[in-house]
């Protein structure tokens, strides 16, 4: 099995299925499920600098270093 690593720690252009959502936060949990951010969903790490730039289906969606944080994917 595929060990799943935290968004934040991925390399700019990496393709992952989101594994699951590590927070306690309901208001951040219903913010990432409303921008499409769920487990079993594919996203890409198009940016990281100035904000993390993240691509889930066809839209594009800035996130803090907090919320990456927060996102866990496998390859």
Do not use: H, W
């Not at 595929?2 to 306690?24: E, F, H, M, P």
């Not at 940016?47 to 839209?59: A, D, H, K």
């Amino acid at each position: 099995m595929t060990k799943a690593i935290s968004l934040s720690s991925c390399k700019i252009g990496r393709t992952g299925t989101v594994a699951y959502l590590n927070t306690d936060d309901e208001a951040k949990m219903r913010k990432l499920m409303a921008m499409g951010v769920m487990p079993g969903i594919k996203v890409v790490l198009e940016q990281r600098f100035p904000s993390y730039i993240i691509q889930v289906g066809r839209s594009r969606t800035a996130i803090d270093s907090e919320t990456a944080e927060a996102i866990y994917i496998i390859s």
